[in-house]
């Protein structure tokens, strides 16, 4: 902590030696080393921070271009990957209203400087808790997975349990989360799926239900991609056990599946990327949790509320926070979760989003991407030795396809496919080991008939060429 060097630097505020001096003189301090007293002497970096020269701003613009440039997008290569983060189109409007200053800058929408932006959120929810057919809906949370969290710790909390049930097809990085939310108090415990199916198994979920069952979570479409067509059977069955049914769901399937209130769904969460928001590198999530208007899950909820009241003048509304004093930010140490910035602007995107397409927007939305993919489906499943789906339920946008009998590995395919312009899907063969070598691929609206036919003739292409090279050294062999 070299603290003897008399020069300013031009990108940290109050490097100026003069500047240094008066402010140490206020605060009664005479060096900068004293503000350190009390941290161990070894903790203390005594040489010179390697520091590179400062670059002028256009020098570091362009140094950093450079960084990006290295990356290859998806305006660039045709996209197949999905598995958590999509490629939907971003209609241009939620771009516009996302990037006005009054909410791009106001940091927590206090009313200081809160110009619109609690009415905006309460429209998001609004929007929401109308696609989802439930009552409140909160501030957003970072993603998914800390939406599926925080709703398993609230049936933690609402029944006084300590165990939550999972299937074991669920999302590997989203079970990475929930883990790390839930530990040590709450222990997941997983759930057999049918192997020609994918669906939950009723059985194995009756035998793993107890008294100490919190919560049974799943999700619907699942990560592998099919419909979860038990919902009924296993919200019942949870219920039997007074155990909370909590559903994750990708809320672009809602205008063609029924939202998971109406198979007895107490919780719904899920990410908000595919309502407006762009792909970011994998960034760019937002999670959301909705319940119904009872006051025993509300008093539960850890993020903001925002709803709507009359105010003094006649005629005239205001937005503001619901039961406050639940939250952190009031209780602080005391409160249920911590909660700080989270992801406010990509709720009032989704909110954009959602008026932008209404109920019959999503409506083709969602029937223009299952049309698509049973087409790549199909498809794909006339290519020898490929089998698309892997599974024999119903899907939406994702489906799992299987090489294992083609010769190639999924890393083979991949690769070919990116020798030729394509991002294949997700290899699954290290996630879900029992699968084989199998893939995970996504068809959004964004994909025409010309996209999904290049890939099946690229793939039927990588395949002929394992097949040709085996006849060749076959007959080298014969030789």
Not at 13 to 36: C, H, S, Y
Not at 254 to 277: E, F, K, N, R
Not at 396 to 419: A, C, I, P
Request: aromatic share 10%.
């Amino acid at each position: 902590m070299n603290n003897q060097k008399k020069a300013a630097h031009p990108y940290i505020p109050n490097t100026v030696p003069e500047v240094q001096e008066e402010m140490l003189r206020e605060i009664g301090a005479k060096t900068i080393d004293e503000l350190f007293d009390g941290i161990p002497e070894e903790l203390h970096y005594k040489k010179d921070m390697n520091i590179p020269k400062a670059l002028s701003e256009y020098e570091l613009s362009r140094y950093i271009e450079g960084i990006l440039n290295k990356n290859i997008n998806t305006k660039e290569y045709l996209n197949f990957l999905g598995a958590g983060c999509w490629n939907h189109y971003v209609p241009a409007v939620c771009d516009e209203v996302n990037q006005r200053a009054e909410f791009l800058t106001a940091y927590a929408g206090d009313p200081y400087e809160d110009h619109g932006r609690y009415q905006a959120l309460f429209e998001y929810q609004s929007l929401m808790a109308e696609l989802v057919d439930m009552d409140v809906v909160n501030v957003p949370t970072f993603d998914w997975a800390q939406a599926a969290a925080t709703s398993i710790r609230m049936a933690s909390r609402i029944t006084g349990r300590k165990e939550v049930l999972l299937p074991k097809t669920i999302s590997p990085d989203r079970l990475k989360i929930i883990k790390n939310y839930c530990s040590p108090q709450i222990e997941c415990v997983f759930i057999d799926y049918e192997e020609d199916s994918g669906q939950i198994n009723l059985n194995d979920l009756e035998d793993k239900l107890s008294s100490n069952t919190a919560a049974v979570y799943f999700e619907n479409p699942s990560y592998l991609g099919f419909i979860e067509t038990k919902g009924q059977k296993i919200s019942k069955l949870a219920k039997s056990f007074e155990a909370i049914t909590i559903v994750g769901v990708d809320p672009s399937s809602l205008g063609v599946l029924a939202p998971p209130s109406h198979y007895g769904a107490d919780i719904v969460c899920g990410d908000l990327q595919p309502l407006g928001m762009h792909m970011n590198y994998g960034g760019g999530q937002s999670g959301f949790i909705a319940t119904h208007d009872d006051l025993t899950f509300i008093q539960e909820y850890p993020s903001r509320l925002f709803g709507i009241a009359p105010t003094v003048v006649k005629g005239e509304y205001g937005f503001g926070d619901v039961l406050y004093d639940r939250t952190s930010f009031a209780l602080r140490e005391k409160g249920k979760e911590s909660v700080g910035t989270q992801t406010a602007l990509w709720g009032i995107t989704a909110g954009v989003y959602l008026s932008l397409l209404g109920p019959t927007g999503m409506y083709e939305l969602g029937k223009s991407i299952m049309q698509k993919s049973q087409y790549a489906m199909g498809q794909l499943g006339n290519i020898p030795n490929v089998v698309a789906s892997r599974f024999e339920s119903t899907n939406f946008k994702e489906f799992v396809v299987d090489f294992s009998h083609t010769g190639k590995s999924v890393k083979e395919v991949n690769q070919y496919l990116l020798d030729n312009g394509i991002f294949g899907g997700k290899d699954l063969s290290e996630e879900f080991p029992e699968l084989g070598q199998c893939s995970l691929f996504c068809i959004t609206e964004i994909h025409s008939k010309e996209d999904i036919d290049r890939l099946v003739r690229t793939i039927q292409e990588c395949i002929d060429s394992i097949s040709s090279k085996e006849e060749r050294d076959g007959v080298h062999a014969k030789n």
